[in-house]
């Protein structure tokens, strides 16, 4: 069964930086990481889960437009692991942020939540003035 275990969340002080690392374990021989389309997901406090980026194994990434320039979405397949480099936070990012990902079909167009098939558990992001 595959997992995702997010990490590198916390507090921060508007303005400032924070890089979540999200990293994959229990995957099949047949299906490695880079045949799987991953995504950041977030959920601000008393809102919805909303998409943040999804990124493909050839390294082709999409973002929601409020974070497009701020936010860098990478991955090391070697490593199983995939990365969000989160710049220049505001308020508005503080949400519990999550990492998923499903094998097979087109990146790009997957933006909701049941385009995808594995979820981690969520870290928590805390942006203070």
């Not at 959920?43 to 497009?68: F, I, M």
Request: hydrophobic share 35%; glycine share 10%; with cysteine.
């Amino acid at each position: 069964q595959v997992q995702l275990v997010e990490s590198g969340g916390g507090s921060v002080q508007a303005g400032g930086s924070l890089r979540l690392s999200c990293t994959a374990s229990g995957l099949h021989p047949d299906f490695p990481l880079t045949r799987a389309c991953m995504g950041w997901f977030r959920q601000p406090p008393g809102q919805e889960r909303a998409w943040v980026a999804t990124a493909s194994s050839a390294d082709s990434t999409y973002y929601v437009a409020s974070v497009k320039g701020r936010f860098t979405f990478s991955r090391d397949d070697a490593k199983n692991t995939a990365y969000l480099q989160m710049n220049n936070l505001t308020l508005e990012d503080t949400a519990m942020y999550y990492c998923t990902a499903v094998f097979g079909g087109f990146c790009h167009t997957r933006t909701r939540q049941d385009d995808f098939t594995y979820w981690g558990q969520g870290i928590q992001v805390t942006v203070s003035s």
